[in-house]
């Protein structure tokens, strides 16, 4: 994994606070970033070989969680994507309602499957997840994938908010 992301505010604070150092200080400081570099990949490893236990174990978010650590690292997907979808073909409805999602606007390294996506969203939705009623109303008043209608819209946004989806509120 990269410490890009992390690069630009340690060299900031870097930069801010070395000249006051005194030589040896600044010896030590460098020692320190270095470690604390070095123990950061240690816990984002163990991280990833947990999440990538519980995404085997069929847990869908943690197959979530995997596959956008290992986008982001530039690493292969594959591993993560199948976890996801056994998760999603298993019956968990989180997975049902991310590769809903991802299919239905090809987005995580997945085709565009608008039909696929939609009916693993409404199988998500008749179950009571909240999010996939959002997605799918929001889908449904904008004409996202889907033709425009709303009298969809107001039903899955209404099933959203019922299930405790606030942000739903806003879009009726």
């Not at 979530?64 to 056994?86: I, P």
């Not at 997975?95 to 239905?104: I, Q, T």
Request: net charge negative.
């Amino acid at each position: 994994m990269s410490l890009r992301p992390y690069a630009v505010p340690l060299l900031i604070s870097l930069a801010l606070f070395l000249p006051a150092c005194s030589d040896s200080s600044k010896e030590d400081l460098v020692k320190a970033v270095e470690k604390g570099s070095d123990q950061l990949l240690s816990m984002q490893q163990q991280s990833v070989e947990k999440l990538q236990e519980l995404a085997q174990e069929g847990t869908a978010m943690a197959a979530d969680a995997a596959l956008e650590l290992s986008r982001r690292a530039g690493q292969g997907t594959a591993d993560f994507k199948k976890w996801l979808e056994q998760a999603a073909e298993g019956g968990a409805l989180e997975g049902k309602f991310l590769l809903g999602k991802y299919r239905l606007h090809g987005i995580a390294g997945y085709a565009k499957d608008a039909e696929a996506g939609r009916a693993m969203l409404e199988e998500a939705a008749a179950a009571g997840h909240a999010e996939a009623a959002f997605t799918l109303g929001i889908a449904y008043k904008y004409g996202l994938e889907v033709p425009e209608d709303a009298a969809k819209a107001t039903s899955y946004l209404q099933q959203a908010l019922d299930n405790g989806f606030s942000a739903a509120a806003d879009e009726l």
